[in-house]
């Protein structure tokens, strides 16, 4: 086993666990951000929503920000005050909330917010009132993916509207955004439509007398891919943290290796069955290992009978359906006890499976699996730099 794994096993150890353990590679998550930075030329919004892509908003945030990021994007509101109260200074955008959402503490902790409907920017623009201070605001135009964003019929009258509230003094716009919904095929003609209508809301805001400084697209695989989506800033998640959507070949590293102690061996015999129903029936005597990860913890139920672990440096494949909490894993003749310690996923250096093949076995994409990591998975930071 090599020293870095070693290493990893060491942290694990001294954190005492017996539980699934996340450990995340802060090195990667700076080097990853650096790396954006370097192939789009552009400054770069780290997107770290949804607990940072499952690697911890704030770690993400941190190693983001140390790795040349300059600003911050988030979901909701509450996303946005968790950085804010950790001390983190950097503006950030909190862009899905619904117009009842409680503005007012994000105007007062100066969270940029997105405004997608004029029914939002009333209820942005009643916080700014009470919290006497005018809401920093990004327009929010629909482009194409029919999703969040006001539509183009809507875009002229939100324009105005928002035209007139920055006169008076409520709000200031500071940025126009769209998403690129389409980016993961670079060269599809969707792309270049969704472009030519993030230009032409842009005429219609500066016709209605905005004057934004920062316009904006996302997320990963469109400016990795495409220089036309690189604008005053970049809005990057999953590059990040390693995903690389659209094959684009940037340099980039998994952060993210789950590890898992083995509960106990036992040795089966042919006929026997594993797991829940009748699924599976060993054809021949072996021996399984029993895991503490099931999926509750990430491990999609639907991976049953194609994933694999890695022990003793070898695939071993998981048999029997994934339950809540636990799977089954085939060690056949390798000298596995319990207490050893399983890489259920990880950046692939030392052959265990990476994130992109465990969404290959569960039909979906790598987004997923890594932000499906469950709550009791315990995470640990390391700083591994290889
Ligand atoms: C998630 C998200 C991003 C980041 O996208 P990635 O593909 O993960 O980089 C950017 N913008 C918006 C609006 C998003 O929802």
């Not at 920062?214 to 400016?223: D, F, I, Q, W």
């Not at 991976?303 to 056949?332: E, K, N």
């Not at 699996?369 to 730099?385: A, K, M, S």
Request: aromatic share 2%; glycine share 10%.
């Amino acid at each position: 086993m090599s020293t870095d794994v070693r290493d990893r096993l060491t942290v694990r150890r001294e954190a005492g666990s017996s539980r699934a353990t996340a450990l995340v590679d802060v090195g990667a998550l700076r080097e990853n951000t650096r790396t954006v930075a370097r192939l789009t030329g552009t400054p770069v919004m780290a997107v770290v929503k949804a607990d940072g892509y499952g690697h911890g908003a704030l770690v993400l945030a941190r190693a983001a920000l140390a790795g040349g990021a300059s600003a911050l994007g988030v979901t909701s509101i509450a996303e946005a005050l968790l950085l804010r109260r950790a001390g983190v200074d950097v503006p950030i955008l909190s862009w899905l909330n619904a117009p009842t959402a409680d503005f007012r503490p994000a105007v007062h902790a100066r969270v940029d917010l997105a405004v997608a409907s004029v029914e939002h920017l009333r209820a942005v623009v009643d916080a700014s009132r009470r919290a006497g201070v005018p809401a920093i605001v990004h327009l929010h135009a629909d482009i194409g993916m029919t999703r969040d964003g006001a539509a183009s019929q809507a875009w002229g009258r939100l324009c105005h509207a928002a035209d007139e509230a920055e006169v008076a003094g409520h709000v200031l716009v500071r940025g126009l955004m769209g998403h690129l919904g389409s980016a993961d095929r670079p060269g599809s003609a969707a792309t270049t439509a969704d472009l030519d209508r993030f230009e032409a809301a842009t005429d219609t805001a500066r016709a209605a007398g905005l004057r934004p400084s920062t316009r904006h697209l996302g997320g990963t695989a469109a400016v990795l891919t495409d220089a036309r989506a690189r604008l005053d800033v970049c809005r990057v998640g999953a590059g990040l943290v390693g995903i690389d959507p659209a094959a684009s070949g940037a340099p980039l590293r998994a952060a993210v290796t789950l590890l898992a102690p083995v509960v106990s061996v036992r040795e089966a015999e042919a006929g026997q069955r594993v797991g829940y129903g009748e699924t599976h029936v060993l054809d021949r005597p072996t021996r399984l290992a029993l895991l503490p990860v099931g999926y509750a913890d990430g491990i999609p139920r639907i991976t049953t009978d194609r994933a694999a672990v890695l022990l003793h440096g070898r695939r071993c494949p998981l048999v029997g359906l994934v339950s809540m909490d636990q799977v089954v894993v085939d060690v056949g003749d390798l000298p596995v006890r319990a207490g050893e310690t399983a890489i259920v996923l990880g950046p692939g250096t030392h052959g265990e499976p990476t994130a992109r093949e465990w969404a290959g076995w569960a039909q979906t994409i790598e987004h997923e699996i890594v932000t499906g990591l469950g709550p009791r998975v315990e995470r640990h930071h390391t700083e591994e730099t290889s």
